[in-house]
């Protein structure tokens, strides 16, 4: 189960600029192509980001951290129902404070909206983000929603959608998995993928990911990966060693 922005491709100034690079798309192939192997990228990207980079991968997609998935070559569908009455007139305050700062821009999606200043100036960016995450609290105050900060990125989400919903959809709770299973992400909206992974699992933390406090060592193995370029090479090892393995017992 791999985050994408941050995990598996490098961050970009701006997020349309993150288009996966041949060697993601190949990388993804041959671990699909691993036997009895599941590929799951689980990203706070739009559906048609994901569709467009990945649609024609055999892997599983969950956009919007959690909210849409689908099956390598199936329909995305919706994991949960939501109260989404909030986002029209938070949207609207996002583009107000977007048309003052040079660079930042608004990025609505299908449950949350977000406001990203990878490319406005870092001192008055981080001067405005501070400003609006004080008048979002006001704002939503009593709605069914959260606030999420990432990297230089402030997003609206409906509450009670996580990466961890899509990890219980697909290893429901109270079920061991019968195969190894591994989670890495890079930001905080992953510490609710890793913290939902079952007993026996692996979660790497990329870049300076730290567990989370609900982690608290837990049943899984926690494991600190550098930087996306580590995450590949980590990637490419494991299908290696896949691979030399089935020819050994192949062999004997």
């Not at 986002?87 to 990203?116: F, T």
């Amino acid at each position: 189960m791999l985050d994408y922005d941050g995990t598996l491709r490098e961050i970009e100034p701006h997020p349309d600029l993150a288009i996966p690079t041949r060697e993601i798309r190949e990388l993804l192939r041959q671990l699909a192509a691993l036997p009895r192997t599941d590929v799951h990228i689980v990203s706070g990207r739009r559906r048609r980001n994901l569709e467009q980079w990945l649609g024609l991968l055999p892997v599983h997609l969950c956009a919007e951290h959690g909210y849409l998935a689908r099956e390598p070559g199936g329909e995305w569908r919706t994991l949960l129902d939501l109260d989404l009455g909030w986002m029209r007139p938070i949207e609207r305050l996002l583009r107000r404070v977007a048309a003052d700062v040079p660079g930042a821009h608004v990025e609505r999606k299908a449950c949350s909206v977000a406001w990203h200043y990878r490319e406005a100036e870092p001192e008055y960016g981080s001067w405005r983000a501070h400003e609006l995450l004080n008048d979002l609290g006001q704002h939503l105050a009593g709605a069914p929603a959260e606030i999420l900060q990432g990297h230089r990125v402030i997003e609206v989400r409906a509450r009670g959608v996580d990466k961890g919903v899509y990890v219980r959809h697909i290893l429901p709770e109270g079920k061991e998995p019968t195969r190894f299973v591994m989670g890495l992400g890079d930001d905080r909206t992953d510490h609710d993928l890793l913290d939902a992974l079952p007993q026996g699992s692996v979660a790497g933390h990329v870049g300076g990911l730290l567990p989370s406090t609900r982690a608290n060592g837990g049943p899984r193995d926690h494991v600190h990966i550098a930087g996306p370029g580590e995450v590949r090479s980590l990637l490419r090892e494991l299908a290696a060693a896949v691979l030399a393995a089935r020819e050994a017992r192949a062999a004997s």
